[in-house]
T-cell receptor, first 112, second 111 residues
Framework: DSGVTQTPKHLITATGQRVTLRCSPR?????VYWYQQSLDQGLQFLIQ???????AKGNILERFSAQQFPDLHSELNLSSLELGDSALYFC???????????FGPGTRLLVL | TQLLEQSPQFLSIQEGENLTVYCNSS?????LQWYRQEPGEGPVLLVT?????EVKKLKRLTFQFGDARKDSSLHITAAQPGDTGLYLC???????????FGTGTRLKVLA
């Protein structure tokens, strides 16, 4: 158990819909990262937050947004969903300095 | 654009054999991690290496960080079926706060 929690574990929705994925980092970690992993693909970095502020941005679509709240949990919002958004979405957290990331169990999103 | 290339991409070996996975880049990283991931689950951290030339051992797994902190290797001795999985390396660019993930090595150990 990495200490990072993600909900929900599974999500099935329809094209055009909007969903919210939630992540709670390890106790004491200020950084949260979001990744997308499509079938048999590598991890694609989406976005990073540090203590409530956006710190780094990767290949995140404009339809996607995220935020980190004062209690340090983070949410990833995916809107106008398309079939191609079906993937595993992982959250990771790290401390300071950020030498190592610890991953959550992921949310499997299926868009029908 | 920073890239981390892993080789080989796929590896199928018999139980008891040794293997080495490589992770190479032209960029310098402040630290490098190795993870193992099973289907449908999150990557599980195996090790973090920070110092150039560092060698870390975890039971039958030996990790090495290159002297210039641009590359790393993972050596498994006497592989077991339980070692089966996707192995990922990830380098941290401390200037951009971004982790760059390798392309992955899918290992299958046959009993």
């Amino acid at each position: 158990d990495s200490g990072v929690t993600q909900t929900p574990k599974h999500l099935i929705t329809a094209t055009g819909q909007r969903v919210t994925l939630r992540c709670s980092p390890r106790s004491g970690d200020l950084s949260v990262y979001w990744y997308q992993q499509s079938l048999d693909q590598g991890l694609q970095f989406l976005i990073q937050y540090y203590n409530g502020e956006e710190r780094a941005k990767g290949n995140i679509l404009e339809r996607f947004s995220a935020q980190q709240f004062p209690d340090l949990h983070s949410e990833l919002n995916l809107s106008s969903l398309e079939l191609g958004d079906s993937a595993l979405y992982f959250c990771a957290s790290s401390g300071t300095p950020p030498e190592t990331q610890y991953f959550g169990p992921g949310t499997r999103l299926l868009v029908l | 654009t920073q890239l981390l290339e892993q080789s080989p991409q796929f590896l199928s070996i018999q139980e008891g054999e040794n293997l080495t996975v490589y992770c190479n880049s032209s960029s310098v990283f402040s630290s490098l991690q190795w993870y193992r991931q099973e289907p449908g689950e999150g990557p599980v951290l195996l090790v973090t290496v920070v110092t150039g030339g560092e060698v870390k051992k975890l039971k039958r797994l030996t990790f090495q960080f290159g002297d210039a902190r641009k590359d790393s290797s993972l050596h498994i001795t006497a592989a077991q079926p339980g070692d089966t999985g996707l192995y990922l390396c990830a380098g941290l660019n401390s200037g951009t706060y971004k982790y760059i993930f390798g392309t992955g090595t899918r290992l299958k150990v046959l009993a």
